[in-house]
């Protein structure tokens, strides 16, 4: 049966409203993303590319997302506004590659649903900001021109990839090599981006930052291998499935998900597929953390994939069977309607983060009226604290801006505050059932290099439903 053809503009003009109403709509409220911010910011201001000035440590995850927001800052636009501009317009991007990537192989219609898909789908209305929209743009882009087979433009999408997030330096080389096997010699036209793009930036991170890849590297994965966060990645791994396809809050997007199982012409775009295994399985070998939903995103790409064919494997046998006076088209747009709706009228916003960044913004205009500037803060998050505080130094217990921590002092106050002496502190404190207040109230201390302890009092509290900041102030002797 051949398939029923879309007007060729259709696709452009209902992505790019998609795309604005997504600029005007989603909010940035996770921590992490700010982190990006702070070095942009500084990046753009002329301090370098640097988080605390004069710290040549990359504790971003995605430089080109900070270069690119850098350059936004540069010619006049706000730094968070810069974030939900680039991310909309990867999306505009990454729903035309992928309706034409699907177009190319004769499945027009589960690329355009996949596409549109993109711009309501659940977690990447909640966590705006981040880089994922520009991997996905630079996957389906690399994607599509390596169907093509014009290589060279492959590989610069590739390239994009792995300045995005350092896992695409993986996609990169499985892509190239695949290609040297199929070929059975050098494709002089994929090694060269690698060569112009990639080579450059890894001679400049090296000199400029000490070391080749970010230190967030070594800040999510420096605990080794370890069964516990084997366990904890599968956990959030299967937890991700169970919500897209056995989601009690959208029966209609699971149904046309699970749909998509049966229908997706798998053997067509195996590589997507590969792709997810693979990515999946390096992070679960390193034992990143489960708790970051965005390490699962190359999940989030297959599951519009997997609602598109859905839509459209569904329509097709209802319309052999059942419903033979309905024209195709129309019993496919009816569908896609549905999904769409169905998929916009889930929450646009993560209640959690956005209540954590509401209890930031309290506490930052506290820390501005009563702390002097140049002053050195230590803070479990230091996104949101470390853009808005452009002044203060901070420390980080990640060790995302550090280089040099010893393994056994990440994730611990201890080690920073013994050799920095911080004048605040800043922790966030996840509430249990019987704890109150007046117990959050009791002062901390810790032992310095050379100047015995140091005591910390609570200079105030920001309560919260699930987790209260505690903002602690060094008591001077």
């Given at each position: 049966?051949?398939?029923?053809?879309?007007?060729?503009?259709?696709?452009?003009?209902?992505?790019?409203?998609?795309?604005?109403?997504?600029?005007?709509?989603?909010?940035?409220?996770?921590?992490?993303?700010?982190?990006?911010?702070?070095y942009a910011a500084n990046l753009a201001a002329g301090k370098g590319f640097v988080f605390n000035e004069g710290e040549k440590v990359l504790g971003t995850t995605?430089?080109?997302?900070?270069?690119?927001?850098?350059?936004?800052?540069?010619?006049?636009?706000?730094?968070?506004?810069?974030?939900?501009?680039?991310?909309?317009?990867?999306?505009?991007?990454?729903?035309?590659?992928?309706?034409?990537?699907?177009?190319?192989?004769?499945?027009?219609?589960?690329?355009?649903?996949?596409?549109?898909?993109?711009?309501?789908?659940?977690?990447?209305?909640?966590?705006?900001?981040?880089?994922?929209?520009?991997?996905?743009?630079?996957?389906?882009?690399?994607?599509?021109?390596?169907?093509?087979?014009?290589?060279?433009?492959?590989?610069?999408?590739?390239?994009?990839?792995?300045?995005?997030?350092?896992?695409?330096?993986?996609?990169?080389?499985?892509?190239?090599?695949?290609?040297?096997?199929?070929?059975?010699?050098?494709?002089?036209?994929?090694?060269?981006?690698?060569?112009?793009?990639?080579?450059?930036?890894?001679?400049?991170?090296?000199?400029?930052?000490?070391?080749?890849?970010?230190?967030?590297?070594?800040?999510?994965?420096?605990?080794?291998?370890?069964?516990?966060?084997?366990?904890?990645?599968?956990?959030?791994?299967?937890?991700?499935?169970?919500?897209?396809?056995?989601?009690?809050?959208?029966?209609?997007?699971?149904?046309?998900?699970?749909?998509?199982?049966?229908?997706?012409?798998?053997?067509?775009?195996?590589?997507?597929?590969?792709?997810?295994?693979?990515?999946?399985?390096?992070?679960?070998?390193?034992?990143?953390?489960?708790?970051?939903?965005?390490?699962?995103?190359?999940?989030?790409?297959?599951?519009?994939?997997?609602?598109?064919?859905?839509?459209?494997?569904?329509?097709?046998?209802?319309?052999?069977?059942?419903?033979?006076?309905?024209?195709?088209?129309?019993?496919?747009?009816?569908?896609?309607?549905?999904?769409?709706?169905?998929?916009?009228?889930?929450?646009?916003?993560?209640?959690?983060?956005?209540?954590?960044?509401?209890?930031?913004?309290?506490?930052?205009?506290?820390?501005?009226?009563?702390?002097?500037?140049?002053?050195?803060?230590?803070?479990?998050?230091?996104?949101?604290?470390?853009?808005?505080?452009?002044?203060?130094?901070?420390?980080?217990?990640?060790?995302?801006?550090?280089?040099?921590?010893?393994?056994?002092?990440?994730?611990?106050?201890?080690?920073?505050?013994?050799?920095?002496?911080?004048?605040?502190?800043?922790?966030?404190?996840?509430?249990?059932?019987?704890?109150?207040?007046?117990?959050?109230?009791?002062?901390?201390?810790?032992?310095?290099?050379?100047?015995?302890?140091?005591?910390?009092?609570?200079?105030?509290?920001?309560?919260?439903?699930?987790?209260?900041?505690?903002?602690?102030?060094?008591?001077?002797?």
């Amino acid at each position: 049966m051949v398939q029923p053809k879309l007007n060729k503009y259709l696709m452009p003009v209902l992505a790019g409203l998609a795309a604005c109403y997504a600029l005007s709509t989603y909010q940035v409220y996770m921590d992490d993303f700010y982190i990006t911010l702070r070095y942009a910011a500084n990046l753009a201001a002329g301090k370098g590319f640097v988080f605390n000035e004069g710290e040549k440590v990359l504790g971003t995850t995605t430089p080109l997302l900070a270069i690119l927001s850098a350059a936004c800052i540069k010619i006049g636009i706000s730094p968070v506004w810069s974030l939900r501009l680039i991310n909309a317009l990867a999306l505009f991007g990454a729903a035309i590659f992928c309706f034409l990537y699907f177009k190319q192989k004769g499945n027009e219609l589960i690329g355009y649903a996949a596409g549109l898909a993109l711009f309501v789908f659940l977690p990447l209305k909640q966590l705006w900001g981040n880089e994922v929209p520009l991997c996905f743009f630079c996957i389906m882009a690399s994607l599509y021109f390596y169907e093509k087979e014009k290589w060279t433009a492959s590989a610069i999408f590739q390239c994009f990839y792995a300045l995005t997030r350092m896992e695409g330096m993986l996609f990169y080389l499985l892509l190239t090599g695949y290609l040297f096997l199929r070929k059975k010699r050098i494709m002089y036209g994929a090694l060269i981006p690698g060569l112009l793009i990639l080579a450059p930036w890894f001679i400049f991170s090296k000199s400029y930052f000490g070391d080749f890849f970010p230190n967030t590297l070594y800040a999510k994965a420096r605990q080794g291998i370890r069964p516990d966060r084997w366990i904890s990645f599968a956990r959030g791994f299967f937890s991700t499935l169970k919500e897209f396809f056995l989601n009690k809050n959208s029966i209609t997007t699971s149904f046309f998900a699970l749909g998509g199982l049966i229908f997706f012409p798998y053997k067509k775009y195996w590589m997507p597929l590969v792709w997810c295994v693979i990515h999946q399985g390096a992070y679960w070998y390193l034992g990143v953390p489960g708790s970051y939903r965005w390490y699962y995103y190359t999940l989030w790409l297959l599951y519009p994939f997997m609602m598109g064919a859905g839509i459209y494997g569904i329509a097709r046998f209802l319309r052999g069977y059942l419903l033979k006076p309905i024209p195709e088209k129309v019993l496919y747009s009816l569908f896609l309607a549905l999904l769409l709706w169905r998929l916009w009228a889930l929450p646009d916003m993560n209640i959690f983060n956005q209540e954590r960044y509401n209890q930031s913004i309290m506490a930052i205009n506290q820390i501005r009226q009563k702390v002097p500037k140049g002053n050195k803060i230590l803070a479990d998050e230091i996104g949101i604290f470390g853009y808005y505080l452009p002044e203060y130094l901070f420390l980080d217990p990640a060790g995302l801006i550090h280089r040099n921590m010893p393994k056994e002092a990440f994730y611990r106050y201890d080690y920073l505050a013994a050799m920095y002496r911080p004048m605040i502190i800043i922790n966030s404190h996840y509430m249990k059932g019987d704890e109150t207040l007046e117990k959050l109230n009791e002062p901390i201390s810790f032992k310095s290099v050379g100047e015995g302890a140091s005591l910390y009092e609570v200079m105030f509290l920001v309560p919260g439903k699930d987790v209260t900041l505690r903002v602690f102030k060094r008591i001077l002797k």
